[in-house]
């Protein structure tokens, strides 16, 4: 066993003595206890012990033997950057532009459900605590609120995150509403005709209440039907970009190009759909590759440290997306906890492209990439 494996088996077994029963963030931190979180893994410990074993085991699984969610970490540590000296990084700029957007820094909110179980803030709390760092929040058609309202608690721009259900009717009335309510961007996920064998989450079945799903029509949304011609559908009405989340084969992103969409998110869902399938952060280059810059690359999946982004950007990304990492902001303090989060991986980014002499993002290429 590596010392990586060694981590996280240790991680898992620390998490499984956590003494939180109830289902709810029983020991949320206050603001001076918040400022002392250094990185995102501290929020991780910290988030372990404030949040239930079975919320836990349904934010933090993968699916079946949670080979690619160790992978996902992983790859990230075995990129190595090569730093250049003696460059002016006393000013940094780190915007970036998506689909005519300005983005202060390129790190997005990626799409999560149930995040009422992480904390009684729950969507509102996320949607809050983006705002107030300014970052993109893309939210989950599986939020436990309408996407109404969720955009209505926002400060900073929002994208919504669609699965196309089995009603095509019900599913065009939800695009035009999240358009209606001012979601900007759409990100169909389009890696789950169904979930995944999650079975450290199966473990805790029935633990969790049942929750309210109001942007679905019914329980059972997933449309293992769908195909590329439900994209072209989905694009003959959508007024907003339309971006796919979830493609990880370079031919699959070369399809979607053709198909005309504004973006790709390079995912596997967190690794909670299909086990053994590379990290995301290896897809990305053959990926970036196939695409030669016709549209914008996202990348999310193991996302922990600025210098991940760094090599996210150098690989083909305009932009990374998070998701575990702050639903352990929300769940260790609520919307503060969210911002927390992003405000310390912005921090993190910008040291990166410091200490790697990048102090642009134009100036973030393969060469800040040790070769292989
Ligand atoms: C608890 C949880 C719920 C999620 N729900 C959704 C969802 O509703 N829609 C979706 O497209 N992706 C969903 N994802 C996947 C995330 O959008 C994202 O791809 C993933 O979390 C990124 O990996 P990371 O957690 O390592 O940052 C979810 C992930 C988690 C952990």
Redesign the pocket.
């Known amino acids: 066993m590596s010392v990586i494996d060694a981590s996280i088996v240790l991680c898992e077994i620390e998490c499984s003595r956590a003494v939180c029963i109830t289902l709810l963030s029983m020991q949320a931190k206050t603001g001076a206890e918040l400022e002392k979180a250094l990185s995102l893994p501290h929020f991780a410990e910290m988030a372990c012990d404030c949040i239930s074993p079975a919320a836990w085991a ?2 933090e699984g993968g699916a079946a033997d949670e080979i690619t969610l160790r992978w ?1 970490l992983e790859a990230y540590r075995h990129i190595r950057l090569r730093p250049r000296v003696l460059v002016d990084v006393s000013q940094l700029d780190t915007r970036v532009t998506l689909f005519g957007q300005e983005l202060p820094f390129p790190i997005l909110l ?5 995040q009422g179980f992480v904390h009684t803030d729950g969507d509102l709390g996320v949607a809050r605590g983006a705002g107030a760092a300014e970052a993109i929040l893309i939210i ?3 939020a436990s609120m309408r996407v109404e309202e969720v955009v209505k608690a926002a400060t900073a721009t929002v994208w919504f ?1 669609l699965y196309i259900q089995r009603d095509r009717e019900f599913t065009r009335d939800l695009v035009q509403r999240a358009e209606a309510a001012g979601c900007r961007a759409l990100c169909v ?1 389009v890696d789950s005709p169904s979930h995944g064998a999650r079975d450290r989450e199966y473990r805790f079945k029935g633990q969790l209440p049942d929750r309210p799903l109001p942007n679905f029509q019914s329980k059972d949304y997933l449309d293992p039907t769908v195909t590329w011609k439900d994209i072209d559908w989905l694009q003959s009405f959508a007024k907003i970009p339309v971006l796919l ?1 979830g493609i990880i084969d370079p031919d699959d992103a070369d399809i979607a190009v053709q198909a005309g969409v504004s973006g790709i998110f390079v ?1 596997n ?2 690794a ?1 759909n299909l086990d053994t399938v590379p990290a995301t952060i290896d897809a990305l280059p053959l990926v970036s590759a196939r695409v030669q810059g016709r549209i914008p690359i996202l990348v ?4 922990r440290r600025g210098t991940d982004i760094v090599k996210a950007l150098a690989l083909g990304a305009t932009a990374v ?5 702050y ?1 352990h902001g929300l769940g260790v303090g609520g919307a503060a906890g969210v911002t927390r989060v992003l405000q310390i991986l912005r921090r993190e980014f910008e040291l990166a492209m410091m200490l790697t002499g990048r102090p642009t993002i134009a100036s973030i290429d393969r060469s800040v990439l040790w070769p292989t």
């Open positions: 349904r934010l996902n990626s799409p999560t459900g149930a989950s058609s599986s995150q996920s989340k995912s869902h967190g909670r999310d999946g193991g996302i997306g998070i998701g575990r990492p639903l």
